[in-house]
């Protein structure tokens, strides 16, 4: 079997314009599996070890085609699907805890204002793309994505989702001043590289 992975492997094109890449078939199975996790998100505030276990999947397999990425080279298609995969995961288990009355109140406007930034930023990319203009995601937006990440995985993890809430109500409040400050970022590089 190692024979057979190794010859395809080879055989996967680096140039920028490949789609067939070990990086963009990580990244598809993450889009494909992120709405069994929605499913399973429970509508109570007691946790699930299931939605536990698939959301650290989900997390590890981000770092996973990262890695395959940079070792393989990047692609377009990755540099587009890659962003895409991570605002479906983070914010559609985002909506699905504002619905099952996990993030309410303010948290549920928290939910809105990481909504509001990353739509945002991703038609401002289309935008800056269309122009030539290449905005691959600074340290803070990866930092930001990890603590959405966090949040998510504290607030359906038993041992925390009920008992110990403070952890995942800290980490959104972090995730959220992330948020901010990534779109601050963001802003500030369209002005200096003015686009538009």
Not at 81 to 91: Q, S
Not at 121 to 140: E, W
Request: proline share 4%; net charge positive.
């Amino acid at each position: 079997m190692w024979p057979l992975v190794r010859r395809w492997k080879e055989a996967m094109p680096t140039d920028s314009n490949a789609i067939r890449t070990w990086a963009n078939a990580v990244t598809v199975s993450r889009l494909l599996v992120s709405p069994l996790f929605f499913a399973i998100i429970p509508d109570y505030a007691g946790g699930s070890w299931a939605a536990t276990g698939l959301w650290f999947a989900l997390c590890v397999s981000d770092v996973v085609d990262g890695n395959l990425a940079r070792r393989h080279g990047t692609t377009k298609s990755g540099a587009f699907l890659d962003p895409l995969a991570d605002k479906v995961a983070v914010l559609g288990s985002m909506f699905v805890l504002v619905e099952r009355g996990m993030f309410s109140g303010l948290f549920a406007w928290f939910v809105g204002i990481i909504a509001a930034r990353e739509i945002a930023i991703s038609l401002y990319r289309v935008f800056a793309g269309a122009k030539g203009v290449s905005m691959p995601a600074s340290r803070t937006a990866k930092i930001k994505t990890l603590s959405q990440q966090v949040a998510v995985g504290f607030a359906v993890l038993p041992w925390t989702a009920a008992d110990a809430p403070i952890t995942w109500k800290v980490s959104l409040w972090v995730a959220v001043g992330l948020t901010i400050l990534s779109g601050v970022q963001y802003g500030v590089r369209a002005v200096t590289n003015k686009v538009g």
